[in-house]
């Protein structure tokens, strides 16, 4: 039986409601909230009865009608606040869709008990019922290190090797089971082969022991309500009868157990108000089903679909440029979003030649719009542009960049490139190799992975350290010595302690090349000592011959594949320093650059974060196939991935207010090997009347044909277009790296002639002043790269910078 806690008696006492008279005399109050609706709002807020899908695009106001239409429904009396049940995903939306109906009544809205998360309603309905599943009312809510814990002594009780199959991968399959609604009695044979085929014996023993603890996760908060709403229909008739209406926002991410909690509950009265957008679905790697949102009229038949089309974010060549690319979906309910602003910028599309001219000259337009010199726009604040990726292994170009001009950004989401774990552990044993004093690196290292070290062999070898003055990796040669360290942990640390002698030594034999990191052939004069291997193989070495890569590819968790990735790209990013010791200062300035909080920055982030944010201006980079749409996600889940993909591609899209700027590289490596890429599908998909081509011919954009009929790159560009391109350079003299050779400089111009103050441009450090001219070679004063000497080749005029194909 159930029980009202102390909030719910007292709305319970409030005098009566929904007499035709109350209603009425409460109908008959002033309702000014309505007077700022737009027709198709003012239509969703009005219609009470019945269900209801607010089907609301991107940027049309749904937030405002969806509380418009709570205060609606209290004004009018026709529900008193503990009678409504509102859900959404976050806490954050939560409260402030409670302070917004609070705004739009004049007054605070007080117990509304039941306007939360689906998590945090579903923790208050459990408490009421725990015992109907086996647990007390004062359950224990675990998180996800508890969990994992947990299922680690079950994996190791059953004789599994954990590190074949983590713990952390088996919380992974029984949550995808919970988002599903399936208890281990519902699991069906064919997922009983998951984690080895232990899945489910494991699921069953995870759950007992549970049980066993009162306590639940975060997936049993809803499992167990729709266990017991299933099994107890006299129960479930009690809520259905409290909750008169039901309004849930964000309709298109809920999972399949959220869907089943709402279908019960919504069954009797039918008065359920979905709000959701099917094109903007883009979580299904994580349980959401867009199919819910799909079949909402088949759920509920005569429901009322209202279309919120009039967006008030963004231009119209913005969202007729997403309208055209989101219609190539088959599976969406459809709508055509508008909006009464001005036609403002075209979309802009520009190819480059890779990834580092790309976020170079992202770099330059940032700095031009926010010192209000990019010719037809308006001045912009930082704080008003974000650069959104698919990937988030594409910010360490951007924060590279950033850091040499001194542009101030913000990573949102997740930590910096470099601060994240896999990049940490990784530099840790760059620091060690370069400099075998850094005992806090060593500390870091010594048993990632996993060599047997524990607490005692730690504390051993610390003490020999400083017993004997010397730093930690000498400490442990001397313990290995002295017999302090025994079984697994002697043989792991000494092959340890000999690989750093061994990486180190290596180290102390790498040079600075002309060529490998400037593309514009910094005049310079070096002895040419071969080196056995380069910087960038080096590092691939290390994390090779410690472990640390096949540590990640042993990992069978969901961010694993994530870390690998990371990984290439930091070693990628070797590729743009003279050797590790560059690299190691530009990674120090780059952790330590961050200035005053409330300073205007650049937002970069991933375009799944961004979802629901809005900025002036937006840079979409790495549109190319493979990467965006993201080949996994099409291998892994077919069409329903692709559209999934194209989903997010117009989630980026919307997101921008002013200007959107669409871009791709010609050349990426890939898998640590360069290779040539093709333009985006998507690109081909976009209206060529609201999209501006900005792409010079030597990059080549494929916009406006199709992939299968589009002209190679050779055919599109003259050899001489190639070959004095600063891109090429750096192609070439990445891939002629052998210690004996020079690079190969491919002159194919004759020098331009300078005058001492005369202002020129570079591809790479931007605008400058010349200081000296011998004819040939230059002395620039750049304005953020100080000064440089260079060939008078690589630099051009000024007034032509915004001709340069680079």
């Known amino acids: 039986m159930s029980r009202f806690d102390e909030e719910d008696a007292f709305e319970a006492a409030v005098a009566p409601a929904g007499g035709s008279l109350t209603q009425r005399a409460m109908a008959a109050r002033p309702m000014p909230y309505l007077d700022g609706l737009n027709p198709a709002q003012r239509e969703a807020v009005e219609t009470l009865d019945g269900p209801v899908l607010m089907l609301a695009g991107a940027g049309t106001g749904k937030t405002k009608a969806l509380t418009c239409r709570i205060a609606h429904l209290l004004n009018t009396g026709r529900a008193r606040p503990n009678e409504i049940l509102a859900v959404t995903f976050t806490n954050k939306a939560a409260r402030e869709m409670k302070e917004r109906v609070g705004s739009l009544m004049g007054t605070s809205v007080a117990g509304m008990p039941w306007l939360g998360t689906f998590h945090s309603v579903c923790v208050k309905q459990l408490r009421r019922h725990a015992e109907l599943v086996g647990l007390k009312s004062n359950y224990t809510i675990l998180d996800t290190d508890d969990v994992v814990r947990l299922l680690k002594q079950l994996i190791k009780a059953e004789g599994i090797d954990e590190k074949r199959w983590p713990a952390r991968q088996l919380a992974g399959v029984i949550d995808a089971w919970k988002n599903r609604a399936l208890t281990p009695e519902k699991v069906s044979a064919a997922d009983d082969e998951a984690f080895n085929g232990y899945g489910l014996k494991l699921y069953r023993q995870y759950q007992d022991r549970l049980r066993a603890l009162n306590a639940c996760d975060f997936g049993d908060l809803l499992l167990h309500m729709v266990t017991i709403f299933q099994k107890h229909p006299d129960l479930l008739g009690q809520y259905q009868n409290w909750y008169k209406y039901i309004l849930v926002d964000e309709y298109q991410d809920t999972n399949v157990a959220q869907y089943l909690w709402l279908r019960l509950l919504g069954a009797a009265h039918k008065n359920v108000c979905c709000v959701g957008d099917d094109d903007q679905s883009i979580y299904g790697w994580r349980g959401a089903e867009v199919g819910n949102i799909l079949r909402f009229e088949k759920d509920f038949p005569g429901a009322k679909v209202v279309r919120l089309e009039q967006n008030y974010r963004s231009t119209p060549h913005i969202l007729a440029t997403a309208s055209a690319v989101i219609s190539g979906n088959s599976n969406r309910l459809g709508k055509d979003l508008w909006t009464a602003e001005p036609d403002g910028e075209l979309v802009r599309l ?16 940032i700095e031009a719009m926010a010192s209000g010199s990019r010719a037809k726009l308006r001045k912009f604040s930082l704080e008003d542009m974000a650069i959104l990726v698919r990937a988030s292994h594409q910010m360490r170009a951007f924060e590279d960049r950033f850091l040499k001009i001194g542009l101030a950004y913000r990573v949102i989401g997740g930590p910096k490139f470099y601060e994240r774990l896999e990049c940490r552990d990784a530099i840790a044993y760059f620091r060690v190799v370069i400099q075998p004093e850094d005992d806090l690196a060593f500390e870091r290292i010594i048993n990632t992975p996993k060599r ?93 011959e410690s472990g640390y890569t096949a540590m990640w590819q042993n990992d069978k968790t969901p961010e694993a594949p994530g870390r690998l990735e990371n990984l290439k790209e930091l070693v990628k990013g070797l590729d743009e320093h003279d050797n590790l010791n560059g690299f190691l200062e530009n990674v120090a300035l780059s952790v330590d650059n961050d200035s005053n909080e409330f300073d205007p920055k650049v937002t970069i982030m991933t375009l799944h974060g961004a979802k629901g944010l809005e900025f ?72 060529h009347a609201h999209v501006d081509v900005m792409t010079p011919q030597a990059v080549g954009s494929g916009f406006g044909t199709s992939r299968a009929g589009a002209a190679s790159f050779d055919d599109r560009v003259s050899d001489a277009d190639v070959y004095n391109s600063p891109g090429w350079k750096r192609l070439q003299s990445r891939q002629n790296r052998a210690p004996s050779v020079k690079p190969i400089t491919l002159d194919m111009q004759a020098a331009p002639v300078f005058t001492v103050g005369e202002r020129v441009f570079h591809g790479k450090f931007g605008y400058g002043e010349v200081m000296q001219s011998d004819g040939a070679n230059l002395t620039v004063e750049f304005d953020h790269a100080g000064s440089k000497t260079l060939k008078a080749q690589y630099v051009k005029p000024a007034a032509q910078a915004d001709d340069a194909p680079f």
């Open 350 to 365: 520009i190819g480059h030649w890779d990834y580092e001219d790309e976020a170079r000259w992202i770099g330059e337009e």
């Open 452 to 544: 047997g070290v524990g607490p005692k062999a730690l504390l051993d070898i610390q003490t020999m350290a400083r017993d004997n003055g010397v730093s930690l990796k000498e400490g442990a040669r001397l313990a290995i010595q002295d017999g302090l360290l025994k079984g697994k942990a002697k043989g792991a640390v000494a092959e340890l302690v000999t690989q750093l002698d061994t990486w180190s030594a290596l180290a102390e034999q790498q040079i600075r090349y002309p060529g490998i990191d400037d593309d514009e052939a910094v005049v310079e004069t070096v002895d040419y000592v071969p080196a056995e291997i380069s910087h960038v193989e080096l590092a691939e070495r290390i994390l090779d």
């Open 616 to 687: 002036p201006v937006v840079f979409l980079p790495g549109w190319e196939e493979g990467l965006f749409p993201s080949q996994r996600s099409m291998d892994e889940s077919g069409l329903s991935g692709l559209e999934e993909e194209r989903r997010l591609a117009y989630v980026g899209i919307t997101r921008a207010e002013e200007l959107c700027t669409i871009s791709f590289a010609s050349n990426r490596p890939v898998f640590g090997q360069w290779q040539s890429q093709l333009p985006s599908r998507f690109i081909d998909e976009m209206p």
